[in-house]
Protein backbone atom coordinates (compact mmCIF):
# COMPACT_ATOMS: atom_id res chain seq x y z
CA UNK A 1 0.00 0.00 0.00
CA UNK A 2 1.08 3.29 -0.54
CA UNK A 3 2.32 5.28 2.41
CA UNK A 4 -0.49 7.63 3.21
CA UNK A 5 -2.36 8.57 6.25
CA UNK A 6 -4.95 10.59 7.19
CA UNK A 7 -5.43 11.94 10.84
CA UNK A 8 -8.21 12.05 12.54
CA UNK A 9 -9.77 8.83 11.57
CA UNK A 10 -12.80 10.54 12.77
CA UNK A 11 -14.09 13.22 14.18
CA UNK A 12 -17.30 14.66 15.71
CA UNK A 13 -17.56 18.76 15.81
CA UNK A 14 -20.46 21.36 16.14
CA UNK A 15 -21.68 23.63 13.13
CA UNK A 16 -19.32 27.08 13.03
CA UNK A 17 -16.17 25.28 14.29
CA UNK A 18 -13.19 25.33 12.76
CA UNK A 19 -12.17 22.07 11.22
CA UNK A 20 -8.08 21.01 10.16
CA UNK A 21 -8.01 17.16 8.11
CA UNK A 22 -4.63 15.64 7.79
CA UNK A 23 -2.52 14.11 4.62
CA UNK A 24 0.51 12.70 5.34
CA UNK A 25 2.34 10.81 2.73
CA UNK A 26 6.09 9.01 2.46
CA UNK A 27 6.36 8.01 -1.37
CA UNK A 28 7.53 11.42 -2.03
CA UNK A 29 5.00 12.56 -4.43
CA UNK A 30 3.92 15.32 -6.03
CA UNK A 31 0.82 15.55 -6.59
CA UNK A 32 -2.15 15.44 -3.68
CA UNK A 33 -5.80 15.44 -3.70
CA UNK A 34 -8.44 16.43 -1.47
CA UNK A 35 -11.69 14.30 -2.04
CA UNK A 36 -14.96 14.20 -0.13
CA UNK A 37 -17.42 11.08 -0.73
CA UNK A 38 -21.41 11.21 -0.42
CA UNK A 39 -23.98 9.06 -1.15
CA UNK A 40 -25.85 9.85 -4.65
CA UNK A 41 -22.53 12.35 -5.44
CA UNK A 42 -19.48 9.39 -5.76
CA UNK A 43 -16.29 10.91 -4.89
CA UNK A 44 -15.85 15.05 -5.87
CA UNK A 45 -12.42 16.94 -5.85
CA UNK A 46 -12.29 20.26 -3.37
CA UNK A 47 -8.73 20.74 -3.85
CA UNK A 48 -5.29 19.50 -5.00
CA UNK A 49 -1.73 20.42 -4.98
CA UNK A 50 1.30 19.99 -7.81
CA UNK A 51 3.95 21.23 -5.22
CA UNK A 52 4.90 23.06 -2.08
CA UNK A 53 2.74 26.07 -1.79
CA UNK A 54 1.26 25.50 -5.35
CA UNK A 55 -2.26 24.46 -4.84
CA UNK A 56 -6.09 24.94 -6.77
CA UNK A 57 -9.18 24.73 -6.72
CA UNK A 58 -11.56 21.29 -7.33
CA UNK A 59 -15.17 21.14 -8.31
CA UNK A 60 -16.27 21.50 -4.78
CA UNK A 61 -14.22 24.16 -3.26
CA UNK A 62 -16.50 27.10 -1.47
CA UNK A 63 -15.99 26.61 2.21
CA UNK A 64 -12.51 25.05 2.12
CA UNK A 65 -9.03 25.83 2.29
CA UNK A 66 -6.06 23.80 1.80
CA UNK A 67 -1.94 24.18 2.41
CA UNK A 68 0.99 22.88 1.71
CA UNK A 69 4.15 23.57 3.33
CA UNK A 70 6.07 20.61 2.48
CA UNK A 71 5.59 17.66 0.17
CA UNK A 72 4.47 15.29 2.97
CA UNK A 73 1.97 17.01 4.25
CA UNK A 74 -1.40 18.61 2.48
CA UNK A 75 -3.84 20.26 5.28
CA UNK A 76 -7.83 21.05 4.17
CA UNK A 77 -9.24 23.27 6.66
CA UNK A 78 -12.61 23.90 7.21
CA UNK A 79 -12.93 27.64 8.79
CA UNK A 80 -16.62 27.35 10.05
CA UNK A 81 -17.84 23.93 9.79
CA UNK A 82 -21.51 23.08 8.49
CA UNK A 83 -23.94 20.34 8.27
CA UNK A 84 -23.59 20.08 4.72
CA UNK A 85 -19.90 18.99 5.17
CA UNK A 86 -20.64 15.65 7.05
CA UNK A 87 -18.64 13.70 4.56
CA UNK A 88 -16.02 10.74 4.13
CA UNK A 89 -12.80 12.88 3.14
CA UNK A 90 -10.19 11.20 0.87
CA UNK A 91 -6.70 11.73 0.49
CA UNK A 92 -4.99 10.74 -2.68
CA UNK A 93 -1.61 11.03 -3.83
CA UNK A 94 0.10 10.53 -7.37
CA UNK A 95 3.71 10.55 -9.02
CA UNK A 96 3.07 12.83 -12.19
CA UNK A 97 -0.17 14.42 -13.61
CA UNK A 98 -0.87 11.45 -16.05
CA UNK A 99 -1.07 8.37 -12.98
CA UNK A 100 -3.16 6.32 -10.85
CA UNK A 101 -3.78 7.92 -7.83
CA UNK A 102 -3.53 6.10 -4.42
CA UNK A 103 -5.79 7.00 -1.47
CA UNK A 104 -5.79 7.73 2.02
CA UNK A 105 -7.61 5.39 4.26
CA UNK A 106 -10.43 8.22 5.49
CA UNK A 107 -11.74 10.42 7.62
CA UNK A 108 -15.44 10.19 8.45
CA UNK A 109 -16.18 14.27 9.62
CA UNK A 110 -19.52 14.74 11.47
CA UNK A 111 -20.47 18.07 12.02
CA UNK A 112 -24.03 18.47 14.26
CA UNK B 1 -18.96 20.12 -17.42
CA UNK B 2 -16.83 16.97 -17.17
CA UNK B 3 -19.13 13.45 -16.68
CA UNK B 4 -18.92 10.21 -16.00
CA UNK B 5 -21.39 7.86 -16.01
CA UNK B 6 -21.48 4.08 -14.73
CA UNK B 7 -24.50 1.35 -15.33
CA UNK B 8 -25.53 -0.22 -13.95
CA UNK B 9 -25.63 1.40 -10.72
CA UNK B 10 -26.01 -1.64 -8.72
CA UNK B 11 -25.80 -5.48 -10.16
CA UNK B 12 -26.27 -9.19 -8.58
CA UNK B 13 -25.23 -11.69 -9.73
CA UNK B 14 -24.26 -15.51 -8.06
CA UNK B 15 -20.79 -17.16 -8.09
CA UNK B 16 -19.40 -17.73 -11.35
CA UNK B 17 -21.06 -15.39 -13.46
CA UNK B 18 -18.99 -13.21 -15.47
CA UNK B 19 -20.38 -9.51 -15.08
CA UNK B 20 -19.48 -6.47 -17.44
CA UNK B 21 -19.40 -3.16 -16.12
CA UNK B 22 -19.82 -0.01 -18.29
CA UNK B 23 -18.41 3.61 -18.08
CA UNK B 24 -19.20 6.39 -20.63
CA UNK B 25 -17.87 10.05 -20.23
CA UNK B 26 -18.16 13.22 -22.08
CA UNK B 27 -14.70 15.16 -20.84
CA UNK B 28 -12.63 18.33 -22.47
CA UNK B 29 -9.23 16.89 -23.20
CA UNK B 30 -9.36 13.38 -22.13
CA UNK B 31 -6.06 11.79 -20.52
CA UNK B 32 -6.79 8.87 -19.04
CA UNK B 33 -9.76 6.73 -17.55
CA UNK B 34 -9.32 4.78 -14.18
CA UNK B 35 -11.18 1.77 -12.49
CA UNK B 36 -11.39 1.32 -8.74
CA UNK B 37 -12.75 -0.93 -6.30
CA UNK B 38 -13.43 0.62 -3.07
CA UNK B 39 -14.99 -2.07 0.12
CA UNK B 40 -15.85 -0.20 3.06
CA UNK B 41 -12.52 1.79 2.86
CA UNK B 42 -10.87 3.69 0.39
CA UNK B 43 -10.82 3.16 -3.13
CA UNK B 44 -8.15 0.41 -4.36
CA UNK B 45 -6.73 0.90 -7.83
CA UNK B 46 -7.42 -1.97 -10.58
CA UNK B 47 -6.38 -0.18 -13.95
CA UNK B 48 -5.63 2.74 -15.86
CA UNK B 49 -6.52 3.08 -19.42
CA UNK B 50 -5.05 5.63 -21.97
CA UNK B 51 -5.02 4.12 -25.80
CA UNK B 52 -8.16 2.86 -27.58
CA UNK B 53 -8.85 -0.73 -27.80
CA UNK B 54 -6.01 -1.45 -25.58
CA UNK B 55 -7.00 -4.48 -22.94
CA UNK B 56 -5.44 -4.76 -19.50
CA UNK B 57 -6.25 -7.84 -17.77
CA UNK B 58 -5.24 -8.69 -14.26
CA UNK B 59 -6.44 -12.51 -13.39
CA UNK B 60 -10.42 -12.42 -13.43
CA UNK B 61 -10.41 -7.97 -14.50
CA UNK B 62 -10.04 -7.04 -17.63
CA UNK B 63 -10.80 -3.57 -18.86
CA UNK B 64 -10.81 -1.76 -22.58
CA UNK B 65 -11.35 1.53 -23.99
CA UNK B 66 -12.70 3.07 -26.75
CA UNK B 67 -12.21 6.62 -27.49
CA UNK B 68 -13.97 7.09 -30.04
CA UNK B 69 -17.21 5.92 -28.33
CA UNK B 70 -16.34 7.42 -25.26
CA UNK B 71 -16.51 4.49 -22.72
CA UNK B 72 -15.06 1.85 -21.05
CA UNK B 73 -16.05 -1.66 -19.91
CA UNK B 74 -15.02 -3.51 -16.88
CA UNK B 75 -15.05 -7.21 -16.99
CA UNK B 76 -15.17 -10.27 -14.40
CA UNK B 77 -15.22 -13.65 -15.35
CA UNK B 78 -16.15 -16.58 -13.14
CA UNK B 79 -17.21 -13.62 -9.86
CA UNK B 80 -16.30 -14.85 -6.27
CA UNK B 81 -17.86 -13.41 -3.31
CA UNK B 82 -14.89 -11.50 -2.58
CA UNK B 83 -15.43 -9.43 -5.35
CA UNK B 84 -18.66 -7.81 -3.96
CA UNK B 85 -17.83 -4.30 -3.92
CA UNK B 86 -18.54 -0.60 -5.42
CA UNK B 87 -16.77 -0.08 -8.99
CA UNK B 88 -15.79 3.40 -9.86
CA UNK B 89 -14.69 4.97 -13.13
CA UNK B 90 -12.83 7.93 -13.29
CA UNK B 91 -11.42 10.41 -16.16
CA UNK B 92 -8.53 12.62 -15.60
CA UNK B 93 -9.15 15.41 -18.20
CA UNK B 94 -7.79 19.20 -18.71
CA UNK B 95 -4.61 20.59 -19.16
CA UNK B 96 -2.86 19.78 -15.61
CA UNK B 97 -3.38 17.95 -12.85
CA UNK B 98 -6.44 18.68 -12.40
CA UNK B 99 -7.92 15.54 -10.35
CA UNK B 100 -10.04 13.08 -11.36
CA UNK B 101 -14.18 13.37 -12.12
CA UNK B 102 -15.65 10.15 -10.69
CA UNK B 103 -18.58 8.20 -11.96
CA UNK B 104 -21.04 7.18 -9.03
CA UNK B 105 -20.13 3.71 -8.83
CA UNK B 106 -21.75 0.32 -9.69
CA UNK B 107 -22.19 -1.52 -6.71
CA UNK B 108 -21.83 -4.96 -7.40
CA UNK B 109 -23.47 -8.00 -5.24
CA UNK B 110 -21.89 -11.52 -5.52
CA UNK B 111 -24.34 -14.14 -3.96
CA UNK B 112 -22.50 -17.56 -3.13
Known amino acids: DAGITQSPRHKVTETGTPVTLRCHQT?????MYWYRQDPGHGLRLIHY???????DKGEVSDGYSVSRSKTEDFLLTLESATSSQTSVYFC???????????FGPGTRLTVL | EDKVVQSPLSLVVHEGDTVTLNCSYE??????LLWYKQEKKAPTFLFML????IEKKSGRLSSILDKKELFSILNITATQTGDSAVYLC????????????FGKGTHLIIQP
Open chain 1, 27 to 31: ENHRY
Open chain 2, 90 to 101: AVEAGGGADGLT
Open chain 2, 50 to 53: TSSG
Open chain 2, 27 to 32: VTNFRS
Open chain 1, 92 to 102: AISELSVNEQF
Open chain 1, 49 to 55: SYGVKDT
